[in-house]
């Protein structure tokens, strides 16, 4: 059954990946009437802040990681080898 | 319920792993559970809060039972763990691994019940000494120098702290309970306890150790490491140093660096460990923020991550287990072989991440709203980006390269994976099923908490702020896929100086240490036993011809004499006569003539 539903999901991959883009949108939407009183900081007052922080640090992270990685810190597997 | 006596839950796992070689068959598979699921009822009916197991030791009295709300939260999951746990490894036959896992358990319990450092520092050692027998028991040609690193890096983690109990003991005048430190005014005792805890949070720079031996552990072994060593720090970090500030850095550093090293990984497991280092940074920078709030985060954090963490090592441990493989370059598309196993580390990783629903959402915003309470801003920011690496590689990452992404495996690694038996499979739907009813039904969770609950983490603002993290990184994901690709390396961390630095003083000891002791020895050979050997030879011969011969010449003389008066007395009259005659007319004659 779930492998049924995977592979539903997979042979329509263009409509799921629409309708994925249609829920981001919608959340972005929502936001600005989300009550924000419980917000800590005045920039979470702006709607869809933390859709781009989201994304922000997505790529911040795998960007930075990567580059981090390949200064050196990645190696051989056989590294520690005798 | 109230009883008037307390039996240490350690006690029942510690005398069950000795019995347990003298069962068999089915009788051996049902102790297997009963032990576990007696100390689990033991812990939650029959551990009234008090405080229990006084032992009057030499000057001390040690407590090996106090039992409040904040120890009672940490031992509840951890024997709910324990009976998951052994469930999960029910299918293995070496009684050894079940007897170190419980033995292991044991030393964590003994750890939340200590009620002073004596005793907290006995079971921190069991805990070391019975957990890397799981590390051990792989069998695999590395296992045995992995163990030995994990033992020598919390040997080490021990003597810090006994360092610290030992000064603190001298400050204090004897003082050796285990209670709240002054964190306000900390001493170097503080430090050196502080530092000890923090070696078993995993705390960079003390933290290489965990994705070393975890990565390497038995499937089994690795689902009881990733609950146990790390949360038994927290408790203790939380129940003796809550409020420490310089622990919020640590934390936030620790949630970054988890993130950072876990996109590099390419071994399943090890990237599940270093979110595990990554999560435990959220509580320690709870513990540092030490409100109320915080240290309730902590705990109620500290309690999901237990379920959600071994959900996740038995999902993918049960892809080691039936495949054999651990890297991501060797696996992939085993959705339709691994459906369910699919669908249950899934569920770890949705909880993980903090989605609605599961159980990370009600638990980590507690921490992170606790750091904006207490207005320290970049920590609840930078713990909120650190979420979002959460989910990018435990949500993302991990079921996206094992059941679908590019099918990288070998034909015998595809014939062999499927679903895995029963009981592990068992396993990983009690741990969902808790993973969903932590997430959708907060009192469970919340009414267990050392502090009263007054934090609704179901509101629209959380909601929409929680949904659009994660669904834009979820955009960021696949937009950035090849980037994400596995890369069969591994990444060099700070365990490389000790790694390294022991190479370099066997080195040391092998090369120019050696060499020195043969240059010594041969010098010494050569001139100095050469002129000992003439100084003995000169005092050997004095002491045969000078002073032996002085003694051995007066004794000769001496015997000659005797001997010759010997002989001059041999009882003759006539030649007595003879000579005392003939003496007596020389003396005459002599007198005469002189």
Redesign the interface.
Known sequence: M??DL?DYLRDRLPTVIRC?YA??AA??I??IF????????WI?HYP?F??????I??????????W??HQ??????D??DN | MITDTWLHPSLILICGALLLPFFKGMARRTFLILIPVLTFINVWQFSPEGMWGAVNFLDWQLIFGRIDRLSQVFAYIMSLMCIIGTLYGLHVEDDLQHIAAWTYVAGSLGVIYAGDFLVLFLFWEVMAFSSVFLVWFRKRENSLAIGFRYLLVHTAGGLILLAGILLRFKETGGDISFVHLDVTNPSLYTYLIMAGFMLNAAVPPLHSWLPDAYGEATVTGAVFMCAFTTKTAIYALARGLAGMEILVPFGVVMALYGVVYAVLENDCRRLLAWHIISQVGYMVAGVGIGTELAINGACAHAFAHILYKGLLFMGCGSVVHMTGKSKFTELGGLYKKMPLTFVFTLIGGLSISAFPLFSGFVSKSMIIAAGFEKHIYWAGFLLTLASAGTFLHTGLKVPYFIWFGKNNCSQETWDKAADPPWNMQAAMFIASFLCILIGSYTPYLYKMLPNPVEYHPYTAYHLSETMQILLFTALGFFLLLKKLAPEPKISLDLDWFYRFGGRGFLWLAKKPIQFVDSCVGEIYRVVGLGSLMTVSDFWSWFDWHGIDGVVDGIARSVRTLGDTVRRAQNGQMQFNIFWAATIAACLLITYVFS
């Open positions: 779930i492998v995977i994925c829920v981001l959340l972005v929502i936001d989300v009550d924000k009183h419980h917000a800590h900081t979470e869809g933390w859709a781009l922080f989201g994304f640090a997505c790529v911040a992270i795998i960007i930075i990681s990567k981090f990685g050196g810190i990645m190696t051989r597997e590294y520690y």
